[in-house]
């Protein structure tokens, strides 16, 4: 039972090497964990939840989420990292709005969750708040509620939270100021608690602490072991220690759910899910049924009668299966379903503008193709045209009598200059399709090419043409310098970019394909033959 209340070290701070070197060793022992998205959660008490009403702009919706937010809350979007979802549209004053749900959370807090795990060697897929890890058990169906609003009371160490859901919607959040702490404190307190035992050794926590953490284990792991300590206490007499702060939680709950009936104009829900700590206690789901007057459930998302599990969490006792059950709602987080901090509404909104615009580019390039094939036909047409012509003068010369004369010559000498000229103009013509099929053919997979212009005439060389290459290079980042070095070789062994330089290159970071290296590269097409105006 121990093992259960001290997962590190107590000595070990929140950030620490020894947290962190703790963070990394339990992440090595998890199979897979390499090859698998990672994400973790934020107390609810580290974030703030609430509804706005926006109009239905088509353009700017950001904007208007962000200052309607802001003149609500105040916060300081320089510290404080916004967020929001739509929910769906409602109408407010005989208005049409969207409803939105806003989240916000320190960014302080968020870079420091985000170096443990980059320091141990694990980066992070996703942050989000505990209230949404609990959610995706109900978005989910893992567990379904109904359509009728439902209530869930997390009970963690320093504080409580209650979340009011109706189906896949979060109504209500409040954090309450009353956890694990106050009814440690209970017992502490009661007159019927044993004497304190001497003090722990040094490092630990006192030993009457760790006296009331083990009775409140008792209370929720069931039937005490003849090992444990204090075997004569009875549920009822620990259950009668705890009281005053139950009762205190109890009525914060009331409260909570009489603001969102009366205040929001939403139901009343109709069933409460109790997790985290005493949740497995019967006596204390009983006594929230009881104060509440609401059907009161433990939430077990686990437990084998609910959905199937793997052999491991099937073996565990139900206390523990129990305790799992925020664990279980972050292990089901998806960025369609979950808000993530580490990829917000504005990410989403900037790779739906970046696929657009690489979908049009593709169109683009698709019908620059097909324009290209029927200039080469039409060209080889006249080509074809042009020979045919030939033949036929050639064959009237062969037949002509007398011989050739002067003014014949002459006409002839006008003739092929006038064909010459023609066959000089077909070589511009094509220069963008040679371009293009000379790129298509030197550029390797790795190599993204985001964009392409023409420059003409640069002060600084003169009278001259340049054709400027923009993208990126992926896979892995130490073969990037390699890769550009491979693929600059390549363009300057082509006839029409031999004189090829790198303008620049970095390694950023590059929305979901990780870090890449963006680079720019100037192709001087001086040597390429082109219409003189």
């Known amino acids: ?31 897979g964990i ?42 300081n979007e320089n510290t404080t990292l916004f967020d929001y979802r739509i929910l769906g549209e409602a ?6 709005k969207l409803t939105v749900e806003v989240f916000s959370v320190s960014r302080q807090d968020l870079n420091n969750l985000k170096k443990i795990f980059n320091k141990a060697g694990y980066p992070l897929a996703g942050i989000t708040l505990s209230s949404f890890a609990l959610a995706n058990i109900f978005a989910g169906r893992c567990i379904d509620p109904g359509p009728d609003p439902f209530a ?17 919607r979060l109504l209500l959040n409040r954090e309450i100021k009353t956890g694990l702490d106050s009814m440690l404190a209970a017992i502490l307190e009661d007159p019927s608690h044993p004497a304190p035992a001497p003090q722990a050794p040094s490092g630990g926590p006192p030993a009457p602490i760790q ?28 259950l009668a220690m705890i009281h005053p702060a139950l009762e205190r939680l109890a009525r914060q709950v009331e409260r909570t759910i009489d603001h969102c009936q009366n205040v929001m104009g939403y139901s009343a829900p109709r069933q409460l899910y109790l997790c985290g700590r005493l949740a497995s206690a019967p006596a204390v789901v009983a006594f929230f049924e009881e104060q509440l007057g609401l059907a009161t459930l433990a939430l077990d998302p686990l437990n084998p009668a609910v959905a199937p599990v793997a052999p491991d969490i099937a073996s565990l006792d139900r206390w523990e299966q129990i305790a799992l059950a925020s664990t279980a709602g972050l292990a089901m987080s998806r960025n369609r379903i979950t808000p993530n901090f580490l990829f917000t509404a504005k990410d989403r ?28 036909i039409q060209g080889r047409l006249a080509l074809s045209e042009a020979a045919r012509q030939v033949r036929q003068i050639e064959e009237k010369l062969d037949a002509r009598k007398p011989l050739l004369t002067i003014e014949g010559i002459n006409q002839m000498a006008a003739d092929y200059r006038e064909r010459v000229a023609t066959w000089r103009s077909y070589p511009p013509k094509f220069l963008p399709a040679a371009v293009l099929s000379e790129l298509s053919a030197i550029t390797p997979p790795v190599v993204q090419l985001l964009n392409m212009r023409l420059e003409m005439n640069r002060p600084e060389v003169g009278q001259s043409r340049f054709l400027v290459l923009e993208g990126i290079l992926t896979g892995e980042a130490s073969s990037f310098e390699t890769q550009l070095s491979s693929y600059l070789f390549r363009l300057r062994n082509s006839p029409l970019f031999a004189e090829t330089t790198i303008e620049s290159s970095e390694t950023v970071p590059f929305e979901s394909e990780g870090r890449v290296m963006r680079f720019v590269i100037n192709v001087n097409l001086k040597q390429v033959p082109h219409e003189q105006t």
């Open 152 to 168: 869930v009371l997390a009970i963690d160490e320093e504080s409580s939270t209650i979340d009011i859901h109706q189906q896949d």
């Open 91 to 96: 109408t407010d004053s005989g208005a049409k």
């Open 211 to 238: 006296q009331a953490r083990m009775m409140i284990h008792r209370l929720e792991e069931g039937p005490f072991s003849e090992t444990g300590a204090h075997p004569s206490e009875s549920d009822e007499t620990i």
């Open 1 to 31: 039972g121990e093992k259960f209340f001290q997962v590190f070290p107590q000595p070990a701070a929140f950030g620490s090497d020894e947290f962190i070197a703790f963070v990394q060793q339990t992440l090595q022992r998890i199979e």
């Open 34 to 75: 390499r090859n698998a998205r990672l994400w973790t959660r934020m107390p609810a008490g580290q974030g703030e939840i609430w509804q706005i009403h926006v109009p239905p702009v088509k353009k700017d919706l950001h904007q208007a989420v962000f200052w309607t937010a802001k003149r609500e809350k105040g916060f």
């Open 349 to 376: 909104e900037t790779r739906k503008i970046s696929k657009r615009n690489g979908a049009m580019m593709g169109s683009g390039l698709l019908a620059l193709a097909a324009i290209t094939g029927i200039f080469l």
